[in-house]
């Protein structure tokens, strides 16, 4: 279809520019239509439940309005043509299209249809498909019968498809029992004022967010990039938008890869304006914002937020908090589902408090590796750290968090990426426990057992410096090329000390590792009296017991250990050395109910393992009669 537009404007191509994407998408704005294709207007009429639109009020801010049928219902909109919508809403106290319905009355019949103040966009988003389609255009015509309904006309001179690719699937139903309030509203913040608090927590929760702009064409260029409005949606894991706590009112908004166009960031670099709406599809609370906008990319935005090269802030300026307003909510019983492109949740520099100064203040350099099996290996990471940085400190079954983005470099960009989706977000960050254990003061060396992950980024290439290499199993290696990664920090509450001296330990494969932290402590110091049964769950019996046996057999006398090792290998041939001197039991299959009851009875368990794993394992020691207060479980590194 033909595009209305005559190229990107001013801002857009310089925003492309600092991104690198100026090249790839120079001749792309030809696919921004000037009227909707058919299958938008079914799209519109025949599919949603709820409209997002942009509106400017009347100091030139924008907002984004919800607009949705009677009763949540579909079938609101009509499109008598290519390039007219025609909405007939209800709306809501708080909601800004009053203002704008309102405005519409008051102006001169020679100024609507025409001006900057009347301009729109909206977005048609199917939260159960994913699919979504934006448009612009201008206000033709609003009606308003009552206060709570209206019936506006939209001429479109923009149209484009959009990409599913992070939004979360809501499977959304009618709420007629909405009933809506306004809890806060400021219309002008001070310079000196923050968020109410409830306000704050409620970003910090969300996952969803209705992004509106505009750009206000000026001077030469005015007739070759006419004035529009913008709106699009912006999803990601719960938390994905945070708040600057120096300030409690600037949000920090992730710029995911995209088209490309980066028409909503282009408006915002040309106007310095930006409207954001949350919608909350489980309570129906609906928060809408406006205010001063920047983007900023690379350094710029790595020194706000970790791992993140572009993001926008939005200093907000107006507010509106609207409980229960949504006739919408999540159908009960369903599940959301969450993208599977979404990155996780990056934090900004400033919450990590008065560490913050010490941030990236550590470097580990790989210093050698033991490699047990095809996919299995040790490596052994010395510590770098920069004058006067603060003294690392790791207890035994904590991890460690590695940056491992200069060694490797970032991804190359696809738009899509079906087979493997977290590819293309990867900030090469991962965490892995510390098989080692460490005095509490100053460390200058790690270990980590570490199993190759299928297809995985990081491992992989790790793992590809063993094989080019050809190195004997069980022979100490050191690698020819350098390998550095940046430490991010150290997490984890998963302790020794956690737990009476009757205690339960289950490991399911690689996540013997916190374990392996645990015994090597008890070898370091005078341990208190300890009983330890480990239940070890593992494809690799013989791989795991050569793990065990210089550990083990150097405990102290007061540690007295049992391992029962479950296995669905069959032919297992154990040495009988190790059996003895390890007390060890070998069992065919998985750890059975019976299991439990035998060997959990007034002891603390530690469990660590795959999520299945755990889930098991918890659900046999309840069974058991194990108190939810004695089982303590580590997040699978």
């Not at 927590?201 to 702009?213: C, H, Q, R, Y």
């Not at 100053?442 to 190759?452: A, C, D, H, P, Q």
């Not at 015994?519 to 791989?543: C, G, H, Q």
Request: aromatic share 8%; with cysteine.
């Amino acid at each position: 279809m033909a595009s209305d537009l005559e190229g990107w404007h001013p801002s857009q191509i310089g925003l492309q520019r600092r991104f690198g994407f100026s090249d790839a998408v120079s001749d792309r704005w030809i696919h921004v239509a000037k009227r909707m294709p058919e299958q938008h207007r079914i799209f519109h009429t025949s599919n949603l439940r709820l409209i997002p639109i942009t509106t400017v009020d009347e100091n030139g801010r924008p907002w984004a309005s919800i607009l949705t049928g009677e009763r949540g219902g579909i079938g609101f909109i009509e499109s008598p043509d290519p390039i007219t919508l025609s909405i007939t809403a209800q709306l809501w106290d708080g909601d800004p299209f009053q203002d704008t319905a309102s405005a519409w009355k008051k102006a001169e019949l020679s100024t609507r249809g025409n001006a900057d103040r009347f301009l729109t966009a909206g977005l048609g988003i199917e939260f159960s498909t994913r699919r979504r389609n934006k448009f612009a255009g201008q206000i033709m015509n609003i009606c308003q019968p009552t206060k709570f309904s209206v019936r506006l006309d939209i001429n479109v001179n923009q149209a484009l498809g959009n990409c599913p690719k992070y939004i979360n699937v809501y499977n959304l139903v009618p709420f007629p029992d909405a009933r809506p309030v306004v809890s806060n509203q400021i219309e002008n913040l001070w310079e000196s004022e923050r968020l109410p608090q409830n306000v704050i927590d409620f970003i910090s929760i969300a996952d969803t967010a209705f992004v509106g702009s505009l750009y206000l064409s000026e001077g030469s260029v005015g007739p070759k990039f006419s004035s529009h409005a913008g709106m699009n949606a912006r999803s990601g894991l719960p938390g994905f938008m945070r708040v600057r706590p120096s300030d409690c009112r600037t949000i920090v908004l992730p710029d995911y890869s995209g088209n490309r166009f980066l028409s909503s960031l282009g408006n915002i670099e040309a106007t310095g304006l930006a409207a954001l709406t949350i919608p909350s599809f489980t309570t129906g609370d609906v928060l809408y914002m406006t205010g001063t906008a920047e983007n900023l990319v690379g350094q710029d935005a790595l020194k706000i937020m970790k791992g993140q090269s572009a993001v926008t802030l939005i200093k907000v300026t107006g507010f509106r908090f609207i409980e229960n307003a949504l006739p919408l909510r999540q159908q009960e019983d369903i599940h959301v589902e969450r993208s599977p492109y979404s990155p996780k949740v990056k934090y900004l520099i400033e919450e990590y408090g008065t560490e913050c100064n010490d941030y990236n203040a550590h470097k580990a350099e790989l210093d050698s590796v033991i490699q047990l099996s095809d996919n299995l290996a040790v490596f052994r990471f010395k510590i770098h750290s920069n004058a006067g940085a603060k003294k690392l400190s790791i207890r035994p079954g904590q991890a460690i968090v590695l940056d491992f983005m200069n060694w490797i470099g970032p991804p190359q960009y696809q738009h899509m990426s079906n087979a493997k989706p977290s590819l293309l977000n990867d900030d090469r960050v991962r965490t892995w426990t510390v098989s080692s254990a460490h005095d509490l003061g100053n460390i200058s060396w790690f270990e980590l057992t570490m199993r190759e992950v299928q297809g995985g980024t990081v491992t992989g290439a790790l793992f590809d410096l063993l094989r080019e290499a050809n190195h004997a199993y069980g022979s100490n290696y050191r690698p020819e090329r350098t390998v550095i990664a940046e430490i991010v920090g150290i997490t984890g509450e998963f302790d020794i000390s956690q737990t009476a001296s009757n205690t339960l330990w289950v490991a399911g494969g690689i996540g013997i590792t916190p374990f392996l932290s645990m015994l090597s402590a008890l070898n370091m110091k005078a341990p208190p009296r300890k009983t330890i049964t480990l239940a070890l769950s593992t494809r690799e019996p013989v791989v795991m017991v050569r793990l065990l046996h210089d550990l083990v057999s150097r405990l102290p006398p007061k540690i007295q250990i049992k391992i029962d090792i479950f296995t669905n290998i069959k032919g297992v041939n154990l040495n009988a050395t190790d059996i003895g001197i390890l007390n060890i039991h070998l069992h065919p299959g998985r750890i059975t109910e019976e299991y439990w009851k035998l060997n959990a009875e007034k002891k603390d368990a530690l469990i660590c393992g795959p999520n299945g794993f755990a889930d098991s394992a918890v659900e046999g020691l309840r069974a058991a009669g194990v108190m939810l207060e004695k089982i303590h479980r580590e997040g699978f590194y």
